[in-house]
């Protein structure tokens, strides 16, 4: 089993700055990318922003320039620093990761709970 623990969100003002974390935990063998999603009352989910196996990340047009993905030296962890952040960044945020589980050569996808971010003043 893999279990995704998301953390950090809240309320923040306009202006202001959030770090989600999402820490990995079971049998992974092998971990393809890890993602952060976002939805919206009433929009679908969105891609936030991905890092890939060779740590390349790769951003939503709207997030460039105010959004940082990384990993923790652990690799087993990632974190969305989130900058400058609008009312329209107001979402639940979704961490996914692509993996492989020990004994597998199958690439799964699994989400974690979510965590809501509140950009209001």
């Known amino acids: 089993q893999v279990q995704l623990v998301e953390s950090g969100g809240g309320l923040a003002q306009p202006g202001g700055s959030l770090r989600l974390s999402c820490a990995a935990s079971?049998?992974?063998?092998?971990?393809?990318?890890m993602n952060w999603y976002r939805q919206a009352p009433g929009k679908q989910r969105e891609l936030v922003a991905s890092?890939?196996?060779?740590?390349?990340?790769i951003y939503a047009d709207s997030m460039k320039g105010r959004f940082t993905i990384s990993r923790g030296n652990a690799k087993n962890t990632v974190y969305l620093q989130m900058n400058s952040l609008r009312p329209e960044d107001t979402a639940v945020y979704y961490c996914?990761?692509?993996?492989?589980?020990?004994?597998?050569?199958?690439?799964?996808?699994?989400w974690g709970q979510g965590t809501q971010v509140t950009v209001s003043s």
């Open positions: 890092i890939i196996s060779n740590d390349n990340t």
């Open positions: 079971g049998s992974i063998s092998s971990i393809a990318s």
């Open positions: 996914k990761l692509v993996a492989a589980v020990t004994g597998s050569t199958v690439w799964r996808s699994y």
